[in-house]
């Protein structure tokens, strides 16, 4: 009869031993991470009903005191790109959720619900919460390749006249004397230049984020420039040829000729996999 070495039932035993401890951790990883799930926050109550605004109404967000989170006239594509935005002040681009039905973008509601207010302000993960018990959402999120705008630097020694580089010691400076306000750095209309965009000690993510709002698709910045900026895009035109409404003279097929002339940086076109938010399932809202 054949024996095995006492090292191979040592390390049979072993292998035993750090099996269970390695079972019994991941049970109890599972048994916390359900539990940090049930434990996420909800609303207590909400209520969903067909807006009562009329054509023409504003939609309206807002958190109100005593833990109230009221929307009035919005659609559920709306309220989704706040609940599953890419960062605290940038909101999901409408064309980033894909796959959804007509209503989804078209319906219109008034939605008011409570919330323990001792909890923190995010309302996002409530928001989720809602749109799947509610509106039996599923998604998930997948690459599709999409048309893209690539930011390059023109000349790589120079800055546009409407780029300037500042200090993160500058930058706390105008934060304080500011009070913490936002400040904007948009040309005069005086100037007969019309105002695209511009704000003071702002990263380039942050130039881009604003570009992608204004484009309706992503921006890649390769312009590998780092630090804080003054950036101001701003573009000549005739003013009078919209004398009662200056947002009829926008030209957004011109704010690609606006950036390289303002900040010496270049927009061209490309393809590249783009993350987007895909409806699996929707339904109308069930009754309150």
Not at 9 to 36: K, M, N, Q, W
Not at 111 to 117: G, S
Not at 127 to 142: A, H, I, N
Not at 158 to 171: F, H, I, K, N, T
């Amino acid at each position: 009869m054949l024996h095995e070495p006492r090292a191979c039932h040592r390390s049979r035993r072993l292998s035993s031993s750090l099996v269970g401890v390695l079972l019994t951790f991941l049970g109890a990883f599972g048994t916390a991470v359900i539990a940090a799930q049930s434990a996420a926050p909800v609303f207590a109550v909400a209520s969903i009903k067909p807006t009562a605004a009329g054509d023409g109404a504003p939609s309206m967000t807002n958190i109100l005191p005593g833990g109230i989170f009221r929307a009035s006239n919005v659609t559920l594509e709306g309220l989704m790109q706040f609940a599953y935005r890419r960062s605290p002040m940038v909101p999901l681009r409408a064309d980033l959720i894909v796959d959804a039905p007509a209503w989804v973008r078209q319906d219109r509601y008034d939605i008011e619900a409570r919330f323990d207010a001792t909890l923190p302000g995010d309302t996002t993960p409530m928001l989720r919460r809602l749109f799947e018990d509610r509106f039996k959402l599923s998604t998930r999120t997948e690459m599709r390749e999409r048309q893209v705008y690539f930011l390059r630097s023109r000349h790589r020694d120079s800055l546009g006249p409407g780029l300037r580089q500042r200090s993160e010691a500058d930058c706390e400076k105008s934060r304080a004397d500011s009070g913490g306000r936002p400040t904007s750095l948009l040309p005069s209309r005086l100037t007969g230049e019309l105002p695209w965009l511009g704000r003071p000690c702002a990263s380039m993510a942050d130039v881009t984020a604003e570009l992608e709002q204004r484009l309706g698709t992503d921006v890649i910045d390769e312009t590998g420039l780092t630090g804080r900026f003054d950036y101001r895009i701003s573009y000549p035109i005739d003013l009078s040829a919209a004398p009662d409404n200056a947002l009829q003279a926008y030209d957004f097929a011109l704010l690609p000729a606006a950036v390289d002339r303002s900040l010496g940086l270049t927009l061209t076109t490309g393809r590249r996999p783009v993350s987007v938010l895909v409806i699996e399932s929707v339904s109308h809202p069930t009754p309150n």
